[in-house]
């Protein structure tokens, strides 16, 4: 038996193996980057269109603009705290339009929540370059035509 004796070549090579390892890594940040980025806009859009729901039942039984504001922010009442990589989300826009001859009230409610991407490098995004925090808004708008009179108080 000879020491030159030839290797067998069916194996995988320590470069193979290195160069998948590391595509496997980059695939799971992405992946990971994705379903935070996902879960946020879910969380966001479910808190607005609630918040929405509320304002509009609070205006269709004819309540003026600050109880239909304390009707929106109910439904914020319904979602947690936040947590490490999505925040709790705000109100950047409220209003509540009525128009002069009083046919047709239009509600309207923006909410933003902040998003810690966990690999910030991965997305293509030229904002993300000095912050890692993404902010993901959703806006509903809710028109009602020939809404009821204000409540009187009593």
């Known amino acids: 038996m000879s020491l030159t004796a030839k290797r067998k070549t069916t194996g995988q090579s320590v470069v193979e193996i290195g160069i998948s390892v590391f595509l496997l890594i980059v695939l799971s940040l992405i992946i990971s980057n994705i379903f935070v980025i996902s879960k946020a806009q879910a969380y966001n859009e479910r808190i607005c269109r609630d918040s929405i729901l509320l304002a ?39 209003s509540d339009d009525i128009t002069k001859d009083t046919t047709e009230r239009v509600l309207k409610i923006q909410t933003k929540t902040k998003v810690l991407v966990p690999c910030p490098v991965l997305v293509f995004d030229a904002g993300l370059s000095t912050s890692p925090i993404l902010e993901v808004k959703t806006t509903y708008t809710y028109k009602i035509k020939n809404p009821k009179p204000f409540k009187s108080e009593k």
């Open 56 to 94: 509009g039942k609070a205006a269709l039984d004819g309540n003026d603009s600050a109880k239909v504001f304390k009707a929106a922010t109910a439904g914020m009442e319904n979602c947690g705290m936040g947590g490490f990589f999505i925040r709790r989300p705000e109100y950047t826009i409220f």
